[in-house]
């Protein structure tokens, strides 16, 4: 008898599905302060939604960040 154990994931992806047109500027803002890009790169990554704004967290600081996203009126989930 064989016995698989499945690791628990520990590493994750914080995808921006979308996002509210009135809350933009506050979003590409938001990315800007948690990935230290410049303003340019924080903008294009906003609107190429849906798309992975910061790969490879824990998953306590992707809920943070999903979390703050929300908080905006975008729509972000952990991958």
Same mark, same amino acid.
């Given at each position: 008898? &064989? @016995?698989?154990?499945?690791?628990? /994931? *520990?590493?994750?992806? @914080? &995808?921006?599905? $979308? ?6 500027? /506050?979003?590409? +803002?938001? @990315?800007?302060?948690? *990935? ?6 924080? +903008?294009?990554?906003?609107? +190429? =939604?849906?798309?992975? @704004? /910061?790969? &490879?967290? $824990?998953? =306590? ?6 979390? +703050?996203?929300?908080?905006?009126? =975008? *729509?972000?989930?952990?991958?």
């Amino acid at each position: 008898m &064989r @016995v698989v154990i499945k690791a628990e /994931k *520990t590493v994750f992806n @914080v &995808r921006l599905e $979308s996002f509210e047109a009135c809350s933009k500027i /506050k979003t590409i +803002k938001e @990315v800007r302060s948690f *990935t230290g890009v410049t303003l340019m790169e924080a +903008k294009n990554l906003v609107e +190429k =939604a849906p798309w992975v @704004v /910061k790969a &490879r967290v $824990s998953k =306590a600081e992707g809920e943070e960040i999903v979390e +703050k996203l929300k908080a905006l009126g =975008a *729509t972000a989930v952990l991958v």
